[in-house]
């Protein structure tokens, strides 16, 4: 691995425990196209960790400076090519602590989730990252009950509940605590 644009190894440590942790705040974006009734959420993998996968919303880390609605446009912009004005997010509808154990790296992060309603569209991934380029294997348009039967893993693992509360204001923002989606799991 020896591309200098992204960010990290995933190279895997001996010994889980000692793999460095990264602090940030992250916001992540639940877009549902309600005529169709699906969401878009891309597959996401570990390279340091042989056939890790998973799916997650678009979003990511929270600018120094940077308001969460703000990052929350540009992190959609730049995953999906989707260009949202922040009075058509909506939220935040839950916030969370989740630990992401990597290969490489232990990354702690406070999220929060916001939902934006919109026709589904063709992605265009071509401002993804170069980090986002080597991990990110697809995207999808998941229904509702995609979600329910699937097998596969799905961060966060409550997507379900949280698109269902997405028309029940009076109940955000959900705290869904201290979680750890992780590929490595820290065996001390």
């Given at each position: ?134 991990t990110i294997l697809s995207h999808r348009w ?26 029940e204001p009076g109940r955000w923002p959900v ?14």
């Amino acid at each position: 691995m020896s591309d200098p644009e992204l960010e990290r190894t995933y190279v895997p440590v001996d010994d889980p425990a000692d793999r460095p942790r990264k602090n940030r705040s992250t916001v992540r974006v639940i877009l549902i196209d309600p005529k169709a009734g699906r969401t878009l959420l891309f597959e996401d993998s570990d390279p340091g960790v042989e056939g890790s996968r998973w799916w997650v919303t678009p979003g990511g880390g929270i600018d120094p400076g940077e308001s969460e609605r703000a990052a929350a446009v540009r992190e959609v912009a730049e995953e999906t090519g989707c260009v949202l004005a922040p009075d058509r997010l909506i939220g935040p509808i839950a916030n969370r602590h989740v630990v992401h154990g990597y290969s490489d790296q232990v990354i702690e992060q406070d999220e929060a989730f916001y939902v934006a309603f919109l026709d589904q569209f063709a992605v265009d991934t071509s401002a993804h990252t170069a980090d986002e380029q080597f991990t990110i294997l697809s995207h999808r348009w998941w229904s509702h009950d995609d979600l329910r039967h699937t097998d596969d893993w799905i961060w966060p693992h409550e997507l379900v509940e949280l698109w269902s509360l997405a028309g029940e204001p009076g109940r955000w923002p959900v705290n869904l605590g201290v979680q750890e989606e992780s590929t490595v799991l820290d065996t001390h």
